[in-house]
């Protein structure tokens, strides 16, 4: 059984995540979305409880996919969920720096591999802030978004409304 852990904020699911985590679940036999969060931080933009069932009814249809929320450190989450990887996309050449780092870090301090998966030219151009920044403005998120999520994520945000200047 193989099983990956891919981690993230998720505030909230993109068609960027999504088009990961399909092609994550078409190779292996577990794919774990795994919602981190910072307990002494600020909450965020979605609760995380939402987060999760966005993510999972975005991922209703793909086998062996589940959402799980972790909070504290990735190698403590990827061992506890019994995972033998953590996969992460890459975008763009910014994202490379960072996310080297974040991989290196992990094989040191706890053996945890790193996969990574360029993301698909549709979506490359999709981020979480973008969509949270565009939601709350009242832009169409038709696209950015899992199609079968998107009314909810949209209604969360423009319910919150543009920042306070
Ligand atoms: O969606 P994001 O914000 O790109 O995800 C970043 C995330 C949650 C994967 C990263 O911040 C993380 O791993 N946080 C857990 C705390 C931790 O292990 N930090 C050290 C990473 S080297």
Redesign the pocket.
């Known amino acids: 059984m193989h099983t990956v852990l891919y ?4 505030d909230p699911i993109t068609s960027g995540h999504l088009d990961l985590i399909a092609r994550a679940a078409a190779c292996f036999d577990e794919v774990i979305v795994g919602v ?1 969060y ?1 307990a002494q931080k600020q909450a965020g933009t979605f609760p995380v409880a939402q987060r999760l069932a966005l993510i999972e009814k975005a991922t209703a249809h793909l086998k062996g996919v589940r959402a799980q929320a972790f909070t ?4 403590d989450a990827a061992r506890d969920c019994g995972a033998q990887a953590v996969i ?1 996309g890459l975008r763009t050449i910014s994202d490379v720096d960072i996310e080297l ?2 991989a290196r ?2 094989l040191l ?1 706890g053996g945890v591999e790193t996969l990574m998966l360029a993301s698909s030219p549709e979506v490359v151009h999709i981020n ?1 802030t973008m969509v949270r920044e565009i939601g709350r403005l009242g832009g169409n998120l038709h696209g950015f978004v899992p199609a079968s999520v998107h009314d909810e994520i949209a209604s969360h945000l423009c319910t919150i409304g543009a920042p306070k200047a």
Do not use: D, I, T, Y
């Open positions: 981690p993230g904020s998720f981190l910072n504290g450190l990735l190698v992460r780092q974040m870090l992990n301090m979480a």
